[in-house]
């Protein structure tokens, strides 16, 4: 049952960029802190999705399957997020008739025909493409404010500052909820291709009064302090 | 010249008295007046490719495809009846799949080549089938390192440093053994094999051909796929000069 929280996405003037965090919890314990959870589906495209990550994996797995078939036919054609949006919302919709969803909320992120691309698939299906930003799990609560804000003041920004949106919003998530982590990866998707950042820590403020051990200690013990 | 096989070389499934399956024989034949393929083994990947007759001028140059991947690492020269060729990359690609999803790892050279020496096997043993009228020149290059291996209409399946099949194979053997096999650049091995098959092709024969050639290698990032044009193009044309002059003034259809 390790699952990953929420991941976000948003869109800048030339690309667009997805960001997660690299933990994977089980419950309420930090059981993997360090784990890749954006993937790059083809030459295009990269996903990323909240929720069961047995299930990402799954859905990895057959993403894989289809890019290979479509590659071997060798037609001068690849498959687009576009086209793989379009698939995975079939995939997901068809197992949840079934009565065995998979339990994931995706974005899916690319650059195709000139333009950026961001769509969103949940786990019974619903499917549809954002023009701004998108957040899944808690951060679509945390996250979505705070980038549709800096998406309204600024739509046509830069990878520069679409990158700090997105770095704010990540110390945000990781502030507030209680499953996220300080370690990132960023995706970033243009017409020169994927590229998925390295694993980096959020900078991250906790030197509070209100956090000193003097002010959060429970007991004093005889002899000491 | 072989025997003639009357009585015994109906079926697939008959023997002759001198211990020969002439139907596999016969299916060998095919394979030897088709145009001639070349695999070569280099020390950074394989490089294949296939003298492709043509039947019309009017065919788009590129079409009809020889050599096809079968998985991101690895793909098949073949030659031989067309069709054949076709089911035989179908299976192929099956395998592949297949392999990848019971042990989660790219298949690797030899296994795939004993995967289709198997199938081509099988369409021997009955008498309801025929054997494949292709043979097939299987490239790799997976945590293995490079591999090439050559699998016949018999079934038999053998590796190889470099290999040649078709109507110019006796020709192409005595000059793929000049070479440093197994030491070749594949960019060496791509303008080698150039030159052998515009040596071989027999221009009175079959006016009109392509040359159609495929690795798998470094420069390629291990996938299988078409040789660069411009490489292509440019080792065309060292090996029509070296070839000679004769062979320059004859007509032939060039991919473009």
């Not at chain 1, 057959?62 to 079939?90: F, M, N, R, T, Y």
Request: charged share 20%.
């Amino acid at each position: 049952m390790a699952s990953g929280t929420g991941v976000i996405a948003l869109k800048y003037n030339g690309g667009v960029l997805l960001a997660s965090d690299t933990l994977l919890s089980y419950g309420s314990l930090a059981r993997y802190p360090n784990i890749q959870r954006i993937k790059q589906v083809g030459d295009k495209t990269a996903i990323a999705a909240s929720g069961d990550y047995a299930d990402f994996q799954y859905i990895a797995n057959q993403l894989d399957e289809l890019i290979v078939e479509d590659q071997l036919q060798d037609d001068g054609v690849s498959l687009g997020p576009k086209e793989v949006h379009g698939w995975l919302s079939q995939l997901m919709y068809n197992s949840r008739c079934k009565f065995e969803p998979l339990l994931n909320t995706v974005l899916v992120t690319g650059f195709q025909d000139g333009k950026s691309f961001l769509g969103f698939v949940d786990s019974i299906g619903t499917h549809f493409t954002c023009e701004d930003c998108m957040a899944t799990g808690l951060a679509s609560h945390l996250a979505m404010p705070l980038l549709r804000k800096k998406f309204e003041s600024n739509p046509a920004m830069s990878r520069e500052q679409a990158i700090e949106a997105i770095e704010e919003a990540l110390t945000l998530m990781f502030y507030r909820d209680c499953r996220a982590f300080a370690k990132y990866q960023i995706a970033d998707c243009t017409a020169a291709g994927v590229n998925i950042s390295a694993p980096r820590l959020l900078n991250t403020k906790w030197d509070y009064k209100g956090f000193d051990f003097e002010v959060t200690k429970l007991i004093t013990l005889p002899g000491t302090y | 010249m072989s025997s003639i096989g009357t009585g015994y070389d109906l079926d697939t499934d008959t023997f002759s008295p001198d211990g020969r399956i002439f139907q596999v024989e016969y299916a060998t034949k095919a394979v030897d007046n088709s145009g001639t393929a070349i695999g070569l083994l280099c020390r950074d990947g394989v490089v294949v490719g296939v003298e492709k007759t043509l039947i019309s001028r009017m065919l788009v140059p590129g079409s009809n495809r020889r050599s096809m991947a079968v998985d991101i690492h690895a793909g098949l020269a073949l030659t031989g009846l067309t069709a054949d060729a076709r089911q035989v990359i179908s299976r192929a690609r099956a395998e592949c799949s297949e392999y990848k999803n019971s042990f989660g790892v790219p298949i690797e050279g030899r296994v795939l080549a004993d995967r289709l020496a198997m199938y081509y096997h099988m369409f021997t043993l009955y008498w309801s089938l025929r054997p494949f009228g292709c043979s097939a020149l299987v490239a790799s290059y997976g945590d293995d390192g490079p591999q090439l291996f050559m699998i016949d209409p018999s079934g038999s399946s053998w590796g190889y440093y470099g290999c040649a099949i078709g109507k110019g194979r006796q020709v192409a053997k005595t000059e793929l053994e000049k070479l440093d096999l197994g030491k070749l650049s594949c960019v060496e091995a791509v303008k080698a094999i150039a030159k052998i098959i515009h040596l071989v092709h027999d221009p009175t024969k079959d006016k009109i051909w392509e040359l159609e050639m495929s690795w798998v290698c470094d420069a390629s990032n291990r996938r299988f796929q078409p040789v660069p044009q411009d490489l292509l193009a440019q080792a065309e044309e060292e090996a029509k000069k070296q070839v000679g002059d004769s062979e320059k003034t004859k007509t032939t259809a060039m991919s473009e």
